[in-house]
């Protein structure tokens, strides 16, 4: 039985490849640029041969309009020649025309390029070998090997003489052989085995045919000769990494060379072997690279389309411009020195009243805070400089004054109090930084500057939402339109949508102008900016409805996330027709959620609670604003899955600790001064500011472009309750009238507060089933300031009066 063969792989050295892609369009450009420039090397390297000599005195005024040159191609063909073949590398020159022809082949048909790298590698080092080869065979011809072939010549033969040269240039022959095509001695052996046996075949046939005497031939060795030389032909034309050849598997017969002592003729035997041999080491490299018909199928839509681009539907969509934003002569921070070493006084003094020593104290000065960094002496304990930060306010007649004790990272405590002169933060200036204008974030926002006057840019996907809190007057709307701002100074219409969700009516009005680029409603909403609470409910439930698609879709092309499948999508892996799209990224802004919470109750909680657990991966994002964040308005349930939070100033220390989970957020100044904190550090930022007139400048430059015939449309919703107190149809009742029922009985009281407190139903949805109970005769009419009459006595009599209606 014969054993089975092993082969091993080898290992070749890889080159570098940089990194960079080019459209169809640019590739046909540049493509056609490199044939032709190969060409017009040619033709001037071969006008060269014949005009050189001429066109000597030419190069030296290539200036001179006076002067005229009789290459092919003027005094440009007669300079670049020259510095090519006279200068360089001689007539070897011709190979560098032919790879840049040969480049601009691969690049128009967009051939791998390992194998471009691979041809220029020994490309240039045959040019270098030819060079030199002819400047040692004709010493006294320059322009046949150049001056670089003369020159290394007399530097070799000056070491190790005129045959040590011949001797590397053989050495360096075979290497290249060897390393290029694959070339072993069993090779070499087989061809002057195979030159004798021809040569005496040769012989043979000359004797019969002068002997009139018919010989027979051999076919089989005609044969294993055609098998032989197809086994030595095969790797020259593979210059990829192969398996290791001539693998021989393990056998008790002689091995070909020690045969080849013996016998004139290789064995057959071996000959088949080695040939099936050469043979099944292709088979198994073609198996090894073999690509999936997905992957082909892709491979070939993009090869003749490009990869899918979103944006094309709009690609002359054009962002806002930084003019539209504006500029505040009052930006730059001034340095106060007298203000500095007042308030590093009184913090000294202060401290020392308490007999608390300080070894070095530094500032560092912020748009609208300025902090101070102490080091205590040794002994010193931290919260007794803590417990002393109304004594510090009260010395330094300051609001606003926050202690950091220790500062995160340092040995160092801080204290941060505000200037008497602040800075503007402008939207312009957080736009126009180095920070915002190349981060490669998914959902970009600039939110402001920290103390030490660094912008801070935050991916809003990797958050992945957001709770803002502040007291009124304090830039929570400001910080809104920051984040909106930011978001559409840095992504295209194709790879965005906003839900707005503004109960104020007048918040957010301004961005109806892009509606048709940015936003996104339900199918039947004339408005995308949503403003009816009962319009919320629907388009919450429309999200989470949106949100369980996006994951099928996800789980049936095998991506974990949105980014994955995007960028499966654009590389044309995903067939439309099996219901995959591009899905852009949402971003919910609620403006106001506890006036939500008031009016809807758990209709609201519980979409936004499962939206928050579950949506980061499939790109819905979440961003809440309220006044006051009390426990009963952000719960628990929503705490735990905002871990991204932003906080204003507010009134308490009760709220900043239901806002932030530790106080602060009462000691701020106000007007745009914010703490953040992603779960870990609370970081001190001033809001970029950007005014109404901005954000009205920036939607009209927006809406004035081409857009989408309609605003990104989410699934349709239909409502749980739809019953009216003019029809008694039971199948059209709401899905909890029976239990509201059953609470009106037990209470008999028929009003609509008792079933939002007892069923935590929002007051619309609570007055529709009072209605619907009216209509199924369980309670009586509208009374007024009185609750309604209860018809039925006890659960018993409701339970025989459902069965007998048909409930």
Not at 425 to 442: C, D, G, L, W
């Amino acid at each position: 039985m014969a054993k089975k063969k092993t082969t091993k792989k080898r290992i070749k050295p890889k080159f570098k490849k940089p990194s960079f892609t080019l459209s169809n369009q640019q590739k046909l450009v540049f493509g056609s640029l490199l044939i032709i420039f190969g060409i017009s090397l040619f033709v001037a390297f071969l006008s060269f041969l014949f005009t050189g000599t001429a066109d000597q005195s030419v190069i030296s005024e290539f200036t001179s309009r006076d002067v005229e040159a009789q290459n092919w191609l003027s005094k440009s063909g007669a300079w670049v020649s020259d510095l090519f073949i006279n200068r360089g590398f001689g007539i070897a020159s011709f190979i560098f025309a032919g790879l840049i022809f040969l480049s601009g082949i691969y690049v128009l048909l967009n051939i791998s390029k390992g194998r471009l790298w691979r041809h220029w590698f020994w490309g240039t080092l045959i040019v270098i070998w030819i060079s030199i080869t002819l400047g040692f065979l004709a010493h006294k011809n320059t322009m046949l090997g150049g001056v670089v072939g003369f020159e290394m010549n007399d530097l070799l033969q000056d070491y190790v003489g005129k045959i040590g040269v011949g001797l590397i240039l053989l050495l360096a022959f075979i290497t290249y052989l060897a390393f290029r095509f694959k070339l072993t001695a069993e090779h070499i052996a087989s061809l002057f085995k195979l030159a004798k046996k021809q040569i005496k075949d040769d012989f043979a046939e000359d004797a019969a045919s002068n002997n009139n005497a018919p010989i027979p031939v051999d076919n089989n060795l005609s044969d294993e000769a055609e098998a032989f030389k197809s086994a030595f032909e095969i790797p020259l034309e593979n210059p990829e990494p192969t398996i290791k050849q001539h693998s021989k598997p393990k056998q008790k017969e002689t091995p070909i060379e020690a045969k080849s002592l013996e016998i004139e003729v290789p064995p057959k035997e071996a000959l088949i072997e080695e040939a099936l041999e050469e043979e099944l080491k292709i088979q198994v490299e073609n198996v090894k690279v073999e690509k999936s018909e997905t992957d082909n199928l892709s491979d070939k839509l993009v090869e003749d389309f490009g990869r899918f681009d979103p944006t094309l539907e709009l690609g002359k969509f054009q962002f806002p411009t930084l003019d539209l934003l504006k500029k505040y002569d009052s930006e730059s921070i001034t340095i106060n020195q007298e203000e500095l070493e007042e308030n590093k006084n009184k913090i000294v003094n202060t401290l020392n009243n308490y007999k608390i020593g300080i070894s070095s104290i530094k500032a560092t000065i912020g748009p609208t805070v300025t902090l101070y960094e102490i080091v205590p002496e040794a002994g010193v304990r931290i919260s007794k400089i803590k417990n002393l930060e109304d004594d510090i306010a009260l010395s330094l007649s300051a609001l606003g004054i926050r202690i950091i004790a220790p500062i995160p990272g340092k040995g160092t405590i801080g204290i941060e109090v505000p200037n008497k002169k602040s800075t503007v933060v402008s939207m312009r200036s957080v736009i126009a930084s180095q920070k915002f204008q190349k981060s490669e974030m998914q959902l970009p926002i600039a939110l402001g500057k920290t103390i030490s006057n660094e912008t801070l840019v935050v991916d809003l996907a990797k958050m992945p939402h957001l709770l803002m809190a502040g007291a009124t007057g304090q830039g929570k709307s400001v910080g809104l339109n920051a984040v909106l701002t930011s978001l559409l100074y840095k992504k295209h219409p194709a790879e965005v949508k906003f839900v707005l969700v503004d109960p104020k009516k007048v918040e957010l009005t301004l961005f109806n102008k892009i509606e048709r680029h940015y936003l996104a409603k339900l199918p039947d909403s004339e408005e995308a900016i949503i403003t009816d609470n009962t319009k919320v409910i629907n388009t919450l439930n429309s999200l989470c409805i949106e949100m369980d698609n996006r994951y099928e879709m996800l789980k049936n092309a095998f991506c974990r996330n949105i980014a994955e499948y995007n960028e499966k999508f654009k590389a044309r892996k995903l067939n439309p027709n099996d219901g995959h799209k591009f899905l852009p990224y949402i971003v919910l802004v609620v403006d106001e959620f506890a006036d939500l919470i008031m009016t809807a109750g758990k209709e609201v909680e519980t979409p936004i609670a499962r939206l928050a657990q579950l949506a980061r991966a499939i790109g819905i994002h979440l961003i809440i604003a309220t006044q006051r964040p009390s426990v009963n308005v952000i719960t628990g349930l929503i705490k735990a899955n905002f871990p991204a939070r932003i906080a204003f100033r507010v009134t308490s220390k009760i709220d900043s600790r239901t806002i932030l989970d530790g106080s602060g957020a009462d000691q701020l100044i106000g007007r745009g001064d914010m703490l953040y904190t992603q779960g870990n550090d609370l970081i001190r930022i001033q809001c970029a500011f950007v005014d109404t007139p901005e954000v009205e400048r920036i939607t009209e430059f927006i809406g004035g472009q081409k857009a989408y015939p309609d605003a990104h449309l989410l699934p349709e919703y239909v409502g749980e309750e739809s019953g009216t107190s003019l029809d008694n149809n039971i199948e059209d009742r709401d899905k909890l009238f029976r239990e509201a029922a059953e609470v009106i009985v037990t209470a008999q009281q028929g009003s609509a507060s008792l079933l939002q407190r007892k069923l935590k139903l929002g007051y619309n949805r609570a007055g529709r089933i009072i209605d619907q109970l009216e209509a199924a005769g369980i309670v009586g009419p509208f009374e007024g300031s009185k609750a309604r009459m209860v018809l039925i006595p006890d659960l018993i009599t409701l339970e025989q009066f459902l069965q007998n209606e048909g409930h």
